[in-house]
């Protein structure tokens, strides 16, 4: 994990107070991150959820809804 950190793909991790859980927040391509996941298998279970930036979502909904107005 250390060496993640150090190379930047992962930005942040910590433990939540149950004591068998936590999160990490990265940055990388897809293919890194399936990567960096897998090592940790099977001594860590991972759920990975993708986020896009806020202007980039509003940028697509703006455009769904001025398509969906000029029907």
Request: net charge negative; no cysteine; aromatic share 12%.
């Amino acid at each position: 994990m250390d060496d993640l950190i150090k190379n930047g793909l992962v930005k942040e991790i910590g433990f939540f107070l149950n004591t068998t859980s936590g999160y990490a927040i990265g940055e990388g391509e897809s293919a890194d991150t399936f990567r960096s996941v897998a090592m940790f298998t099977p001594y860590w279970e991972s759920e990975v959820h993708e986020i896009m930036p806020y202007e980039k979502g509003k940028e697509i909904i703006r455009a769904l809804w001025k398509a969906a107005a000029q029907r």
